[in-house]
């Protein structure tokens, strides 16, 4: 059980300096990843950023995620939860159109530019408050990957196995601090798990490390 989200970013820094990792740059989730990124960021003296993706809701079940699409248009979709759920091509073109939209909207707000930071050659560790379909995960993931970095990592103070499990298949090295065989939610694993505002998230950024 975690205090707060900076509490878990406490232990999760922990965690990456006892592994020696040695990371250039620190990408957070918003926006509740960001109060647990900056103490990682901080203690490995590492740049922060952002990396954004939106999850892409089923009809009539918004946070069933059937995929997630990031600020630069990439998308991951589970297909076999989209066959489950017979979920028409339209639907799906349509919402992937809107949260792509989302996505860049928020990525610009929270810097200057579109897009990611330079990552060409880097150590990136994306970093987010916990994952339980990993869907938004995936997309970041991905997108980082595709920026020619030399080494991404995923860390997140609590995911659900199953999730956990699918996602070391996109990184080179996934730290999770807990993945509890009776996972429901992130929110579970915190005392405190209030919504984090994007004004909030963004200060964050503004810190010095």
Partial sequence: MFDDRADAGERLAAEL?????????????PRGALPVARPVADALDAELD???????GAPGN???????????????YNDDLIARVDVPEEYLEEVRTEEAENA???AARYRETEGLPELEGKRVAVVDDGVATGATATACLRQ???????WVGLAVPVGSPRSVDQLERET?????????ADFRAVGQYYRNFGQVTDEEAIAYLDRDG
Avoid: Y
């Avoid at 300096?17 to 989730?29: P, Q, S, T």
């Avoid at 952002?50 to 892409?56: E, I, T």
């Avoid at 980082?144 to 030399?150: C, D, P, R, Y």
């Fill in 50 to 56: 952002v990396v954004v993706a939106r999850k892409l």
């Fill in 17 to 29: 300096e006892a592994r020696d990792l040695e990371i250039d740059v620190v990408l957070g989730i």
């Fill in 104 to 106: 860049r909207q928020k």
């Fill in 172 to 180: 080179d090295e996934l730290i999770a601090l807990q993945a509890p």
């Fill in 62 to 76: 918004p946070e069933l995620a059937l995929g997630a699409v990031a600020s630069d248009g990439s998308v991951w």
């Fill in 144 to 150: 980082v990957q595709e920026s020619g970095a030399a």
